[in-house]
Structures are given as C-alpha cells and as structure tokens.
C-alpha cells in the first residue's frame, strides 16, 4: 500500500480508504460479520483512513468501525488508524435550501452535542477529521458553523475540520478553502465527474488542504459489473439513483471507457482508482467496500503501476456532464 501527505496536516495517509457508507445500510442486506471483516482485512492490507457518518445506519457504520478498533487494540495491533465521520446539518432539506440560515441547521449547541454522539458511537473523545455532511453556497459569506468548529479544534475535541460537497455545487468549497475554513474537503471526482479538475483541485493544493475522493466507481457504475438484467433492492439507494434510463445509459459508457482500456492491463475498477490517484492533489480514494473480496481487489490497486500520463489523458474524453442524480427521478 502506498501513501500520500494528507494535505499539509501532520498525518500521512494510506492512498486506498475504506468507504463505510454501505456497511452502516441503504445498500440492501449486508451482514456485519461481512462488514467487520472488510474492515479488518482492509487494515491488514495497509488501510489506516476510513470514512463513515452519523447517517450511515443512524451510527451503524460507526460502531462497526469502533468494535474494530477495539478489537484490534485488544489484539495489540498498532498504528495510527485515522477516522473521518460526518455530522448532518439538522433535519431539513437535504442538502441545504438557499433560503436556510445556517444558525438554524449546524448551531453551536446542535453542534456541540452531534460531536458528543460521534464520539461516543466511535469510541472516542476526540475526533481525528469532523466534516460537515452538506453545505450550501449561501453560508459562505459567513461560514458561522466552520467558526464554531475553530474553537471545538482548539479544545481539543477534533483534529481536522472537513467538508463534503454538496453534489449540485461541488465549487462551493473554493471559497472555503481560500479562506482556511477547511482542513480537508470530500469531494466526487471520477473517471465520469471530471469538473473538481477545472479549479477545485489545484486550489486544494494550493492552500494545503486534503482531497478525499468519493464515489469514484460512481456507486458501482464504474466497476463495468452491472448489466442490462441488472436490479437493485428495494432498500438499496441505487435503486433511485438508477432508475428509469439510467442504468442503459451508465453501461453504454463503462463500456466506452473498458473499449479504451483494451491492452492497458487494466480492470474498469482499477483503471477507476488509478485514474482518481494520478491527480497529485488526491491524499485518499474510499471506494465503498463490504465484504473481503472487495478489500482485498480495491488495495491490491495501490501497489499496480501509475497510470501512464498518455492515458489518463485519453480517458479525459469520458467526462460527462449529466446533472445530479442524487435526488432520484
Ligand atoms: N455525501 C457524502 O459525503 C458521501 C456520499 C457518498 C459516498 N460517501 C463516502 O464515499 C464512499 C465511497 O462511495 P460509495 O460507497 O457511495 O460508492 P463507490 O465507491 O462509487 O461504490 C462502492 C460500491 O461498489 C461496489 N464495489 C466496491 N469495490 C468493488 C470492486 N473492486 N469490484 C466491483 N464492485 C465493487 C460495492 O457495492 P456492491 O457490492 O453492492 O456492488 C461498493 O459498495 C462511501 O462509502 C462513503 O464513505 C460520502
């Protein structure tokens, strides 16, 4: 497993994360026996970030992770096991309206007790990453939430402070970043969501701070298994996000990109992976990851050779603007 300066913060990364969201729910059926020893295998193949949130599972997925750790300390397993989880703005839309006042959705006091939860589901008093779930552009001119984060930091409650982006305006962040309101930022670049190269990545390193990147399979489009007998769950999220033509549309352009990986030595999925890694301002890619198979394919991609220049500037081509699928149909 190979490792990247997670931005200028005094942690150094492995580049595979482990992506927790699927093992907390919304995926359909997952056992926790599967997801404990994903995680496990995960660690022993060199993983030290993993990423979760109070959603996922209401805490499920962050418990997991905390009987993990335990367990692993209780073995005398060593090392730095760095956690990123992510506090919801309070209920409301999702993400944030523009009409939200932010006092409204992360207030101090909200704040201030959604850490207690974080840190008790995992465990700890002290968070390593605390990122804000979901923003909106309109609290940038008075980012009161990240100010109240400053002085959570300063009492030693958490160690970084993070962002996801909201996916309708992933650019938001740039203000952000520019004003040292953020440590590190989560953000969806993949081989079809290509717009964080256009400035948010170099404004990232420029200022230092560290690139999470998710989804990079695009929730499993990417990794060219599905198929036009394809279906999901009634309880897996997927089953929105590809709904109607979607799914059709999604494997006309896996197969596109696998044409140009024909002689390369590449799968979709590692290609997938490889290509998020090429960008040098990328600490961390967290595919999701549920069971040991998983773990053992998406790691074992750190260690293949770095993609050629020529190539991932051929794969450029499959940028595609299709607009936000998040909210369903
Ligand atoms: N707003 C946010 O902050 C936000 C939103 C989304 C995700 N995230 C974070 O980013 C992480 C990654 O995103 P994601 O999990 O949504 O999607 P993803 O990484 O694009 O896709 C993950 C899914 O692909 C399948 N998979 C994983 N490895 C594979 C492999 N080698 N070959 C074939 N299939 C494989 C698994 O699903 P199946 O086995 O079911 O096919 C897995 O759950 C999440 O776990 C979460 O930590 C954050």
């Given amino acids: 497993m190979q ?45 030290n970030f993993l990423d979760t949130a109070a959603g996922y599972g209401n805490g499920r997925s962050e418990k997991l992770i905390a009987q993990v750790l335990r367990e692993r300390a209780a073995a005398g397993q060593k090392g730095k096991i760095f956690v990123a989880t992510k506090t ?12 939200d006042r932010a006092e ?13 939860e974080r840190c008790a589901h995992l465990g700890t008093d002290r968070l390593d990453l605390l990122q804000l779930h979901t923003w909106t552009r309109a609290w940038n001119r008075d980012p009161t939430p990240f100010k109240i984060l400053r002085e959570l930091q300063r009492e030693g409650r958490i160690g970084l402070i ?22 590190a930022v989560q953000v969806i670049y993949n081989l079809f969501e290509q717009e964080p190269a256009a400035e948010l990545l170099d404004v990232a390193q420029a200022c230092g701070v560290a690139i999470i990147v998710r989804v990079a399979f695009d929730e499993g489009a990417l990794t060219g298994k599905f198929t036009a007998a394809t279906k999901f769950a009634p309880d897996d999220f997927r089953a929105a996000y590809f709904s109607g033509d979607r799914l059709p549309r999604c494997i006309t352009r896996a197969n596109a990109i696998q044409h140009d990986l024909i002689g390369t030595g590449y ?63």
């Avoid at 909201?166 to 440590?183: A, F, K, S, T, Y």
């Fill in 88 to 99: 919801p703005p309070a209920p409301g839309a999702w993400p944030p309206s523009p009409y």
């Fill in 162 to 183: 993070g962002l996801s982006t909201p996916e309708h305006d992933q650019n938001c962040v740039i203000d952000l970043m520019r004003g040292g309101w953020v440590d």
């Fill in 267 to 329: 799968t979709l999925p590692q290609a997938a992976l490889k290509w998020v890694l090429a960008h040098p301002a990328v600490s961390v890619v967290i595919p999701g990851i549920r069971n040991v198979a998983q773990a053992e394919a998406n790691c074992a991609v750190s260690d293949l050779p770095a993609m050629p220049e020529k190539l991932v500037h051929r794969l450029h081509r499959h940028n595609w603007r299709r607009g936000v699928w998040y909210g369903g149909k």
């Fill in 3 to 47: 490792s990247r300066p997670f931005g200028q913060h005094d942690f150094v990364t492995s580049e595979i994360g482990f992506g927790a969201w699927a093992i907390g729910g919304s995926w359909g059926a997952q056992a926790d026996p599967d997801s404990l020893a994903a995680l496990h295998r995960a660690l022993d193949l060199g993983v």
């Fill in 104 to 116: 409204d959705r992360y207030s101090e006091t909200y704040l201030r007790e959604n850490l207690a």
